[in-house]
Every structure is written in structure tokens, then in C-alpha cells.
């Protein structure tokens, strides 16, 4: 890993990437919602009928914010997660705690488990915790798909 990046505290690398999760969740809820307040016709519209889109829609009204935080450590879904809660206009109060926790949740995921793995391509720790963070990453996938193959 590069010297700089390094360098830094733990918290403070914690915390840009708390922040990165946060703003693009909370820009993923914010398109979703102006899309269903009157945006039907803009470019963006045409996401709206995808399916993954719509089984999200599904997924956010049987189990509501708490999947906004599970959804982060999801891999492909958490972008139409945030955007079906924006299209189905989850109030603010729940999905901004929600929100909060799943980017905590993204930060420490990453700044653990994909650090590893970034530092080990680049050759700087042993392959071994490399192949611990994948395993790591595995288990986590195939338990969110199982949670929403059971959703379905």
C-alpha cells in the first residue's frame, strides 16, 4: 500500500470511508425519491422497472430499514436497495439511522477484510490473510443471497 495512505490513523481512514458509503447512500435514497416525486420521465426512469430494482421494492417493504444496514454488506444489491427506499418515500427518521449504521457497518467491512486483500495483491502481507478476507467476503454473499432467496 502506498506510503501516505499508511501513514494515516485508522480512524481517519475509517472515517473517509464512512463518509464515501454514507454520501452515495444517501444520494442513491435522494435520486430514488425524486424519480418517484416526478422524474418518470427523465433518463434515470428507465431503471425504475428492472428487475432487481423491483424485487428490492419488494425486499424494502417486507423488511424495511433494517435491511438498508444489511443491504451494505451485500455485494451488487445495495445500490437498488438505497434506491427502491428513496422510490418507496421510507421516511427520513428511519432511513437515515439505518443509513448510519450500514455505512459503520461498509467502513469496518472494508477498512478490515478489503484492505487485506488490496495490501496482499500489492504483495505487502502474506497471501493467507488475503485468502482469510475472501473467505470472509464469500460468507457474506452467499448469506445475503440466501436472504433474499428467501425474501422472494
Not at 426512469?45 to 428492472?50: G, I
Not at 435491511?67 to 428511519?94: C, D, E, H, K, Y
Amino acid at each position: 500500500m502506498e506510503k501516505w495512505i499508511a501513514d494515516w490513523p485508522v480512524w481517519v481512514g475509517w472515517l473517509v470511508l464512512f463518509a464515501g458509503a454514507f454520501l452515495r447512500g444517501g444520494a442513491t435514497y435522494a435520486v430514488g425519491r425524486g424519480l418517484r416525486s416526478g422524474g418518470e420521465r427523465s433518463r434515470l426512469a428507465s431503471h425504475l422497472d428492472r428487475p432487481l430494482v423491483t424485487r428490492a421494492e419488494g425486499w424494502v417493504r417486507r423488511f424495511g430499514a433494517p435491511l438498508v444496514s444489511v443491504g451494505f454488506l451485500t455485494v451488487g444489491v445495495q445500490t437498488a436497495i438505497n434506491a427502491a427506499s428513496g422510490l418507496l418515500r421510507m421516511p427520513m427518521r428511519r432511513f437515515i439511522p439505518a443509513l448510519v449504521v450500514g455505512a459503520a457497518l461498509w467502513a469496518t467491512l472494508y477498512l478490515t477484510v478489503g484492505l487485506a486483500v488490496v495490501t496482499a495483491i500489492f504483495g505487502q502481507i502474506g497471501w493467507w490473510w488475503a485468502l482469510i478476507g475472501i473467505l470472509v467476503v464469500l460468507v457474506v454473499v452467499v448469506a445475503s443471497r440466501r436472504i433474499a432467496a428467501k425474501a422472494r
